[in-house]
């Protein structure tokens, strides 16, 4: 199984962070790929943050989620947690 984290947000600390969390705890033979935000917030404090933000989660997802079997999105308040689900034609 290849499992898909999400940061949308630009800090590829917090991804790394999130991807040896869930490696830890992981089945074995699952592989875990972490994708962060291109482009928007570092840190998400605002509502105009979060809406970059959820363009920034299909951005990653349209870059990277086509050889993952599930996606998950790995920040507080899900930004774009809806659009990704209709985007997405693995389980979110």
Do not use: K, W
């Not at 869930?22 to 605002?46: D, E, H, N, Q």
């Not at 959820?54 to 930004?79: E, K, N, W």
């Amino acid at each position: 199984m290849r499992l898909l984290l999400i940061n949308p947000n630009t800090s590829s600390e917090i991804t790394d962070l999130v991807v040896a969390s869930a490696r830890r705890v992981a089945s074995p033979g699952t592989v875990i790929l972490g994708a962060t935000g291109r482009f928007g917030p570092r840190y998400i404090v605002s509502r105009a943050g979060a809406a970059i933000a959820a363009h920034a989660t299909l951005d990653a997802y349209a870059a990277h989620g086509g050889d993952a079997d599930v996606v998950g999105l790995s920040c507080f308040g899900d930004p774009g947690l809806a659009g990704l689900r209709e985007l997405a034609s693995q389980p979110v």
